[in-house]
Every structure is written in structure tokens, then in C-alpha cells.
């Protein structure tokens, strides 16, 4: 791949990270650990804008570009912490390639960093929940079944965004044991919900219309976006965002949902196994982090109570 400037000049891609990277252990006095660190962050990078956005040049490297990898980073469960180097690799060689005026602006001066203070991930309360899934009727948006039946499932399940997005119709059951059949190849569960959820789908399916693929055959796609194709994961993740935003939260992913269903399970009773199965997690040294989110959701939850129960009664 050949990345143009906007001179006119040809570069290899390679050849630019190379010159970045030297810059930064020679001019900038970065370690090497750091420099070995942004160079592993950007291949990263570049993998994403060559395979998944199809950027052919440094030249048309877009804001929107920049943002679906933000997206892409925020979805891959990685540690805050990881996604905050990740997020500081991208911008300075963003702004590298300003300065070598590779690109006119800088496609990454809207990317935000994460905070990485908490250890354990974050959870909303069930009241923050259902203020969550209101917001699709509260809005009354074009898309509000559809919305309302991919929020109720993501939180009902605690499957990932990735599950979410890759369901077909097919996949959706409604016998003995209402769910819905998520997971990678070969690792297939099903994951149970409740009649009133698997009414919000029947709902979104009764006013989804029928769609078809290029070669002519019905989109099996479970949930589809205005243009009648799959929903993407990045599609999704703006699509929570503005109902967050309207709900007043900041910070919400749809693994928030996913770390609220597991640590909601333990507080009713539920056995880590058991978690651990519903989560398709391989090991169960991965669900263990819920228990301490479940102690703290309690320990919020109590402290709350001891606060109302301290406030003056009003006088009549």
C-alpha cells in the first residue's frame, strides 16, 4: 500500500511509521518500550484503516475513519488502560502526519481518551437501566422498535455487541426456552430471555422490512440498519451513545450493558458458573471481576439508602 501526500509526494506506509517511530526514540526521547508499544498500536491501526474502512491514502484518512477505530478499540474489551495507549498512539502519529503534511488536518483531533482510574469494570444500577430502555419510546425515533428490542436483548443476555450484530432471524427461538443462539463458530449457547423481551423482537420483526442482498436473496441479518443491511457493531455503538446521552450517562458502551447483566445475575443469586456459561467466557477466572462489581453495586446501593433515610422529613 502506497500512501500519497497531499504534495503530491508517494510514500510507503511503512516507511512513514518508520520515520515516526525513529522520531520518537531520537528527537522525543521516548523508550524503546514505548516505541515498541506505538509500534505494535499502530500496525494495529493501519490493519483496521486497510482491512475494515478500505483507506487507500494518508489523503482521505477521515475523521469518521479515525472514530470507527476508536469504536473498534472501545469493543474489543480491552483494559481502559490499554485502549488509553492505543488512543494516545493514533493521535500522535495523527499529528505526525500533519506536521510532515502528509494530511491537511488532523482526522484524529476527535478522538477521546478513557479514563483509567477504576479497576473494575463499570455497571449501571437496575433504575439506570430502565432509564436506559425508555429512552427509545421516550425519543419515538424512526428506528424505536428496533432500538428498544436490541437494547432489552443486550442487557436480557449479556451477549456481546459482536453477538448482537451478527444474530439472524433464524436465531431467535421461541419454544420451551425462549433466547436466542449467540456466540463464535463452534462455540455456539443459548442465551435464555424473557417472554416480555422476546415480545419487544416479535415486535421489531412484525415492522421489519424485507430486505436482499446483492445476489438477490433475503438479508437474513436479525437487525438491520436504514439502508436494509446488517447492523454494524460501530452502528450500534452510536446508536447507545445518543440514548445514553439523552439519559444522562457518560461513558457507555454496550459492554456496560454486558458487565450490568453479570454483575445484576450475582446480586440475584446467581452461581459464577452459571455467569460464566451465560457470558461464554472459557475461563472462569474471567467472571470472577463481577463478584467485586456485585459487592460494589451493594455497597453503593446501601450507602444511598443510609443517605434518604438521613434526610430531614418535609414539613407539612
Avoid at 505494535?40 to 475513519?65: C, I, Y
Avoid at 440498519?225 to 440514548?243: E, M, P, S, V
Wanted: net charge negative; aromatic share 6%; charged share 30%.
Amino acid at each position: 500500500m502506497r500512501l500519497g501526500g497531499h504534495d503530491g509526494t508517494d510514500v510507503v506506509v511503512q516507511d512513514v511509521v518508520d520515520r515516526f517511530l525513529s522520531e520518537l526514540a531520537t528527537e522525543r526521547g521516548f523508550s524503546n518500550n514505548t516505541v515498541s508499544a506505538y509500534g505494535n498500536d499502530l500496525r494495529q491501526f493501519l490493519g483496521f484503516m486497510q482491512e475494515t474502512r478500505k483507506v487507500p491514502a494518508w489523503t482521505v484518512l477521515s475523521h469518521e475513519d479515525v472514530k470507527a477505530f476508536e469504536i473498534h478499540l472501545r469493543e474489543r474489551e480491552y483494559a481502559a488502560s490499554t485502549v488509553a495507549r492505543k488512543t494516545a498512539a493514533t493521535r500522535t502519529f495523527c499529528g505526525y502526519l500533519v506536521d510532515q503534511q502528509i494530511v491537511r488536518s488532523d482526522p484524529s483531533s476527535e478522538m477521546t481518551t478513557p479514563k483509567v482510574a477504576k479497576s473494575i469494570p463499570r455497571a449501571l444500577t437496575r433504575e439506570e437501566i430502565d432509564r436506559l430502555l425508555a429512552q427509545p419510546e421516550i425519543t419515538e425515533g424512526d428506528e424505536m422498535t428496533r432500538d428498544l428490542a436490541m437494547l432489552r436483548l443486550l442487557y436480557a443476555t449479556g451477549i456481546r455487541v459482536s453477538e448482537l450484530v451478527s444474530l439472524n432471524v433464524e436465531d431467535v427461538r421461541v419454544d420451551d426456552v425462549p433466547g436466542v443462539m449467540a456466540g463464535r463458530k463452534g462455540r455456539k449457547r443459548l442465551a435464555p430471555i424473557s417472554l416480555a423481551d422476546i415480545e419487544a423482537i416479535r415486535a421489531y420483526l412484525g415492522e421489519r422490512e424485507p430486505a436482499t442482498n446483492a445476489d438477490g436473496t433475503p438479508e437474513q441479518a436479525l437487525f438491520l440498519n436504514h439502508r436494509g443491511k446488517r447492523l454494524t457493531r460501530q452502528g450500534f455503538w452510536l446508536i447507545l451513545k445518543t440514548y445514553a446521552e439523552h439519559a444522562g450517562f457518560e461513558d457507555i458502551t454496550p459492554h456496560t450493558l454486558r458487565h450490568s447483566f453479570a454483575a445484576h445475575q450475582i446480586l440475584d443469586g446467581r452461581e459464577l458458573s452459571d455467569v460464566q456459561e451465560l457470558l461464554g467466557h472459557v475461563s472462569i477466572s474471567t467472571t470472577q471481576v463481577y463478584e467485586d462489581l456485585a459487592d460494589q453495586l451493594r455497597k453503593d446501593s446501601a450507602a444511598a439508602e443510609v443517605v434518604t433515610e438521613s434526610e430531614p422529613a418535609a414539613v407539612q
